[in-house]
């Protein structure tokens, strides 16, 4: 397993004799496209025989009742768990399905791969935000939250959902220890039913960390209370934020060292992002609006407009720029080099394992790349 970075006057030919890889065999690891240009500065999965070297860890990744069919087969003998996005619910405790389609089928499928079926409760409101007046109104009253946990037991052992996971943000600062409270009792009511239970944090470097996404948030408390947590180490850049790097390693390692101080290794598990963003310039805030693209997609754009790629090495991140229709653009993406970043923190600090968001776009060299590093937990 080798990375390959392309220099001027690279084919894919030439690279599969200088590695000893056959060319069709580097084309399908990396979904080129034909007539297989390369972009200068691009990371090539270069990939004879996969060695897997690595201890087990869990993998989950998150999906919509949407995703294609074809792509949820391909990545599910991956994934140790998928949580199914997502059941909501009401001021009173009402579980709401997913309002994106139906789950039973992805249920079935893994299943059939022997991935855990996860079930993810969200607070989002009417307008498909999230809303912590439901989060308020549901953590705060003893028949709601009751009223919550049991319609969560009932769908999960009709459905076949063998495990919940807690993703709630925005937590109003007041309600932090009554969420804490509701993961407590929701957690010992899962595991006494045979289910575990998983919580989303948002990405702390500090216990006083101000600001909305963090104050509602006990790193601590919910560690104890939940069986695993996934750390949401991802959206530094972001849909209208300044154009940087998604999950800058540099970044998610304050993350991953604060979390330790708090959480248990054993229970930790690194949040990685499998799409980039495509920024227009200049950017303004408030105004300025990124297109979410995917990974493959992103090598592409750099192939149709003729751009180099480089490599930040401090965020351990992808990039590049171009101009369309007198617009310069930013894109920052992920590949195989800053996957394998994520990956080695993962082995540096004895993680869990590794939470997706989300899977529905393809990117087999990161599955493969995974595979080579580590067993997959089933």
């Known amino acids: 397993m080798e990375i390959y970075v392309v220099k001027p006057g690279d084919t894919v030919d030439e690279i ?60 599910l003998p991956y994934l140790s768990e998928l949580p199914i996005f997502s059941y909501g619910f009401t001021m009173e405790g009402e579980l709401l399905p997913p309002a994106h389609g139906d789950d039973t089928w992805m249920i079935e499928e893994a299943l059939r791969f022997g991935t855990q079926p996860v079930l993810t409760l969200t607070p989002f409101g009417s307008d498909g935000n999230f809303n912590n007046q439901l989060i308020h109104s549901v953590v705060n009253n003893e028949t709601y939250r009751n009223n919550l946990i049991q319609n969560l037991l009932t769908t999960m052992e009709e459905k076949g959902y063998q495990g919940l996971d807690i993703d709630f943000e925005y937590i109003l600062a007041e309600d932090r220890d009554a ?45 104890e209370a939940a069986d695993h947590v996934l750390l949401m180490t991802y959206e530094w850049g972001y849909t209208y934020g300044p154009p940087m790097a998604v999950a800058p390693v540099n970044q998610v390692r304050r993350v991953v060292e604060y979390a330790l101080t708090q959480i248990p290794r054993e229970k930790i598990d690194l949040g990685i992002p499998n799409y980039g963003y495509d920024w227009p310039l200049p950017f303004e805030r408030g105004t300025t609006k990124a297109a979410t693209i995917n990974n493959v997609q992103a090598v592409r754009i750099a192939v149709a407009q003729g751009a180099e790629i480089f490599f930040d ?66």
Request: proline share 3%.
């Open 16 to 75: 599969a004799d200088g590695t000893g890889v056959d060319a069709e065999q580097i084309i399908y690891d990396n979904q080129l496209v034909y007539p297989y240009e390369l972009a200068l500065g691009q990371a090539l999965l270069v990939n004879d025989t996969i060695r897997n070297a690595g201890r087990a860890v869990s993998v989950s990744g998150y999906a919509y009742p949407f995703i294609s069919p074809w792509v949820l087969e391909q990545t």
């Open 179 to 223: 969420f804490t409270a509701f993961v407590w009792q929701t957690a010992e009511t899962m595991r006494r039913e045979g289910y575990h239970t998983s919580v989303a944090l948002a990405p702390k470097t500090s216990s006083d960390q101000a600001g909305l996404l963090y104050e509602g948030k006990d790193y601590r408390a919910l560690g």
């Open 313 to 378: 090495t401090v965020a351990q991140s992808p990039y590049f720029n171009y101009v369309e229709d007198g617009v310069e653009h930013e894109v920052w993406f992920e590949d195989v080099r800053s996957l394998q970043a994520k990956f080695d923190l993962i082995k540096e600090y004895g993680l869990r394992g590794c939470g997706y968001w989300q899977i529905m776009q393809w990117f087999r060299a990161n599955w493969l790349l995974l595979y080579s590093q580590f067993y997959i937990l089933k």
